[in-house]
C-alpha cells in the first residue's frame, strides 16, 4: 500500500503596504514553472452569506528567482471583511498562504485625503492557525477616531472625518446596542437630546477636524455605539472607528481603563473600547451599591 504523500510545506508571503493604502505580496515559489493566481477569498460571516462572498485573482509575476509578486493596488476594490489569502501556482491547486516578513510602516503614517468620497483600508494579519488573511474597511464617509482622553467623569474624542464636510451643528450620537441590557431600553439621561436608547452630546468641528465629550454620569448600564452626524439632522450618520494604522484588531491590544462614576441607574463602571471591526464603543457595567 503507497503511503499518503506529505502535506505540502506552507507558501510564505511577504506582504508591504505603501501610502496610497495598496499592498504588495512576495511568495516564495522555487519550483513554480507556469502561470500563478494569488486569491483573496472573502471569508462568510452573518453579513456576508455563501451565495455573496467574494474572490479577487491577482497574477502572479516573476519578480527574483524563486519569488512571484502580486500587487493590490488601492484602485482594486476590496469590499469590507476578512479575505483569506490562497496561492494557485501552475499545479493548479489553492494554498493557504502563510505571513512572511510584513512591512506596514507607511500604514501608520497614511493620510487619506479624502476626495474620493471613501477611505480604504487593508491590513494583512496572521490568524489564529497562522495563515494569512487581510482586514479589508471600506468607508464612505468616515469618521476616525484620532485620540481619546479619559478623565474621570466622561471620555474627549478627538478626531478628522474624510468624504464629507462638518458644518455648524454637527453633534456625536450614543446609540445603545439593540438587545443588550439596560442600555437597549432607554437611558438618554438628563440634559442628552435624542430619543430612548439615543444620547446626543455637541461637537466642536473645525474643518475636518472634530472634539466632543462624552460624559458617564448619564448612561445606563449596556453597551454604547458611538456615531457621528457631520452634518446634524440633515446628514448621514457615521460609525466612528479607528483604521488608519496597522494593527488588524485593536481590541485585545488598545485597552482602557474604566472609571467608577454615580448615576441615576447606581453606581456604574464606564469606559471606551474598541469592537472586533475596529469601531469605537463604550461599555458600562452596574457595580453593587
Known amino acids: 500500500m503507497t503511503p499518503p504523500a506529505p502535506p505540502a510545506a506552507p507558501l510564505r508571503a511577504d506582504c508591504i503596504g505603501d501610502s496610497a493604502g495598496g499592498l504588495t505580496f512576495d511568495v516564495a515559489a522555487r519550483r513554480n514553472t507556469g502561470a500563478a493566481l494569488l486569491i483573496l477569498r472573502r471569508r ?14 491577482l497574477p502572479l509575476a516573476p519578480a527574483a528567482e524563486g519569488r512571484l509578486r502580486a500587487a493590490l ?15 494557485r501556482l501552475s499545479d493548479g491547486r489553492p494554498r493557504r498562504l502563510v505571513p512572511g ?16 468620497g471613501h477611505v480604504a483600508v487593508r491590513i494583512p494579519y496572521a490568524t489564529r492557525q497562522g495563515n494569512l488573511t487581510v482586514r479589508s474597511w471600506l468607508r464612505a464617509p468616515h ?9 474621570s467623569g466622561g471620555l474627549t474624542v478627538r478626531g ?21 441590557g439596560e442600555g437597549s431600553r432607554g437611558g438618554a439621561g438628563e440634559g442628552g437630546r435624542g430619543g430612548a436608547g439615543v444620547r446626543r452630546v455637541e461637537v466642536a468641528a473645525e474643518r475636518t477636524e472634530f472634539a466632543f465629550t462624552v460624559p458617564y454620569d448619564g448612561l445606563a448600564p449596556g453597551l454604547w455605539d ?42 456604574v463602571e464606564a469606559g471606551p473600547y474598541y469592537t472586533r471591526d475596529n469601531d469605537l464603543s463604550l461599555a458600562v457595567a452596574p457595580l453593587e451599591a
Open 143 to 151: 469618521a476616525e477616531a484620532v485620540e481619546l482622553r479619559l478623565a
Open 226 to 267: 458611538l456615531w457621528l452626524r457631520p452634518a446634524g439632522d440633515a446628514g448621514p450618520l457615521v460609525r466612528l472607528a479607528r483604521l488608519l494604522d496597522d494593527v488588524a484588531d485593536k481590541n485585545p491590544v488598545l485597552t482602557f481603563p474604566r472609571a467608577r462614576v454615580r448615576t441615576p441607574h447606581g453606581p
Open 160 to 180: 478628522r472625518v474624510y468624504g464629507t464636510q462638518l458644518v455648524p451643528g454637527a453633534d456625536a450620537e450614543l446609540r445603545a446596542r439593540p438587545g443588550d
Open 73 to 87: 493596488p488601492s484602485s482594486v476594490s476590496l469590499p469590507e471583511g476578512r479575505w483569506d489569502a490562497y496561492a
Open 101 to 116: 516578513v510584513t512591512d506596514l510602516r507607511s500604514l501608520a503614517e497614511r493620510t487619506p485625503s479624502g476626495l474620493l
Open 44 to 57: 462568510v460571516t452573518d453579513a456576508v452569506d455563501a451565495a455573496a462572498a467574494d474572490t479577487v485573482s
